[in-house]
């Protein structure tokens, strides 16, 4: 399997920008599904985006079009770039990979390695 840290959370003011990086070890990324997703205090955690490596990128509705999602395999690393952000994107981040298919990438269950995540909050 492969290892996954999280780092780059913070506290930001709403309409602020903040970028969430994921470093691999044991594996490349380039042989997983690799994802980021969130879950706020009391519900459930949601997905954010995924992609294979090189390949389409997927949002969540929520997050397009501020959120930008990237990798770095010379680094075995991905990125979550999260501009404008809102009080509501306010969560604990985590970094999933797996070998998984497109039309399973929402999917919480279908994700094998997980990072420890790392907070990220908006205020108002």
């Known amino acids: 399997q492969v290892q996954l840290v999280e780092s780059g959370g913070g506290l930001v003011q709403a309409g602020g920008s903040l970028r969430l990086s994921c470093a691999a070890s044991g594996r490349t990324i380039s042989m997983y599904m690799m994802a980021w997703f969130r879950q706020a205090p009391g519900k459930e955690r949601e997905f954010v985006a995924a992609s294979w490596s090189g390949g389409t990128i997927y949002y969540a509705d929520s997050v397009k079009g501020r959120f930008t999602f990237s990798s770095d395999s010379a680094k075995n690393t991905v990125y979550l770039q999260m501009s404008s952000l809102k009080p509501e994107d306010t969560a604990v981040y985590y970094c999933?990979?797996?070998?998984?298919?497109?039309?399973?990438?929402?999917?919480?269950?279908?994700?094998?390695?997980w990072g420890q995540g790392t907070q990220v909050t908006v205020s108002s």
């Open positions: 999933a990979a797996a070998q998984i298919s497109i039309s399973t990438i929402r999917n919480v269950g279908a994700y094998d390695s």
